[in-house]
């Protein structure tokens, strides 16, 4: 983790708030958005939501049957097409 480089207060709280927007999403999974324009079409159900008090990093994550299904963290500045979004659980 990079920002673990910078501060390990800061990785720690980073952590924390990537917990934290998982178990929002656990409870109102419809807060993240699609973004077919960043996937391809066999990715289009993926969804998208910043990480609460990180707003360039992202939970990408699908909905399932059983529930919410967390593919990646990012950084919004990485090429999301070219990323393996496309595995499955």
Known sequence: M??????HAIAGRFLECVDATIELLRARPEL?????DLFP???????LLAVDGFPKHFVVYRLRET???VVRVMHGSRDMPAMDVLAEE
């Open 32 to 36: 993240g958005h699609r973004r077919r």
């Open 41 to 47: 079409a066999e990715a289009a159900d993926l969804r």
């Open 2 to 7: 990079f920002l673990a480089l910078d501060s």
């Open 67 to 69: 529930g919410l299904y």
